[in-house]
């Protein structure tokens, strides 16, 4: 479980907090959108749930431990983020080495290296594009390598940030599908920051909505 209790947050040079005294909970094994009004602080939320922002007050658990002590690549190690444009997170020469990267610095072996690498990349069909620069990729085609690179290093829970931007019909349903597939194949915990409400009906299993 995630837990938020309490959290508040207040960027530098903002008159007035973005999140005040905000709690919530977010089990294994589920989906749960979170959406609101423009302005309310869902990505925020997001951000402070894997430690890339720190809360002025409260605090986040991951199954029970308080994540102020952690470093980014430890909390990694349970919660994995995706950004609402794949883009921001993807940074090596190919397809590949982009998966690899998080599991070199896990310190494994070449041999499991490349035996978890290639099961992600053919669980989100992107064996073919192993060798292929990401920046050639499609945006869903990227979007499914994010995931593929968070999802290798053995996460527990998975953070998304609007991943319906940009996304046509066909592949919101698709990334909706690949979702629920994580969700029954792996009992990762899934939060979907969202304002699409057809989207959220269909794929979430709860519904948050955050006060404004």
Known sequence: MIKVENITYQYPDACARVISG??????????????????????????????????AEGRVLIDGA?????????????????FQNPNSQLFCDTVYNE????????????ALISEKAG????????????????????????????????????TDYLVLDEPTTGLDIYRRRELGGIL????????????????EPDFIAKFSDRELVMPL
């Open 22 to 55: 905000f709690s919530a909970c977010f089990e294994g094994g589920e989906i749960t959108a979170v959406r609101g009004r423009n302005g309310c602080g869902k990505t925020t939320l997001s951000k402070l749930m894997v430690g890339i922002l720190r809360p």
């Open 66 to 82: 308080d994540i102020r002590s952690q470093d980014l690549f430890e909390i990694g190690q349970k919660a994995g983020y995706v």
């Open 99 to 110: 998966v690899a990267y998080g599991l070199i610095n896990q310190g494994l072996d070449n």
């Open 119 to 154: 099961y992600y990349l053919g669980y989100f069909g992107l064996s073919q594009h192993r060798d292929d620069y990401p920046g050639n990729l499609s945006l869903g085609e990227k979007q499914r390598l994010a995931l593929a690179a968070v999802l290798a290093l053995g």
């Open 180 to 195: 629920c597939k994580l969700r029954q194949d792996t009992g990762c915990g899934i939060v979907l920051i969202s304002h």
